[in-house]
């Protein structure tokens, strides 16, 4: 299988890596040169690791290569190679509202074109989108069921983005599926200080460990799930922040860190409007559909995938 993932970054370098080592051929795009570098580096670690079985043959190992491109540069995207598959990870860098529509609109339609009109076009497309479409349900479960509902101009961008993933997909015989990926954590994003020092405000976490959400895609491309369809990327376990942060204290030996309400929390004055409207969403997101589809996760819940922050925390310096 030929994917191309776009926005090769935090989770498509992982999908890369795992796409490559069951077999398959990844062209990894980025706009920057340390991203292609960082691209290329992950090609040359993967070719070296081809294993040999019992009988002395070797393991077919796929590839990765990178390639410079802009999703919001239509002009660029004629080097993009055809694919079978191609993932959006495309990412706005944090920035505001303008900035995430002109990547993930603007840019999953340029994109789209650019694929449609293709003799050669691509069997499928995974768009990666965020739970924040579902807004706030006051703690209630959500999943694929449940009408989304974006509250902030970025979560609408979002929404539209996905119209486009599942929708212009189908008018152009491509088959778009809608990977809705939780809050990520992992390696460089475990934010141990956060919880440890405190002080915590209440209100659930929605998580999922970069590797799962790699490999969640990676799944549905390689079982032809979810075709057409929303899925949602979460773990087994939503917690609440405060017997979280307490279990992250009692796991790296330090004292429970200090807890908030939310309503203390904005009583502080401190927050803008987008930050009280985050303060005040809750919902606990169900995996049911993932795993339904068979998907088995490498770190079911924040316990398994805490765990090497953890030891890194308490390994004596030196």
Known sequence: MRVVVLGCGYVGLELSRQLAERGHDVTGVRRSSDGITAINDLGESVGADGSVDENGSTDRIGSVEGIRADVTDPATLATLPDADCVVFAASSGGRGADAARRVYVEGLRNVMEEYADRSAAPDRLVYTSSTGVYGDHDGGWVDEATPIDPTTEKTRVLAAAERIALEATERAGIDGTVARFAGLYGPGRYRLRRYLDGPVTAGYLNMVHRDDAAGAI???????????????????????????????????????????????????????????????????????????LGYEFAYPTFREGYRDAIAGFRRPEG
């Open 218 to 292: 990676r799944h549905l491309l390689e079982t032809n799930g979810a075709r057409g369809k929303p899925v949602v990327v979460v773990d087994d376990e939503p917690v609440d922040k405060h017997p979280f942060a307490d279990w992250l204290a009692d796991e790296c030996g330090v004292p429970r860190p200090e807890k908030r309400s939310v309503e203390e929390r904005i009583a502080d004055g401190d927050s803008s409007a987008a930050a009280r409207r985050r303060l005040r969403t809750s919902k606990r997101c169900s995996n049911d559909r993932l795993r339904s």
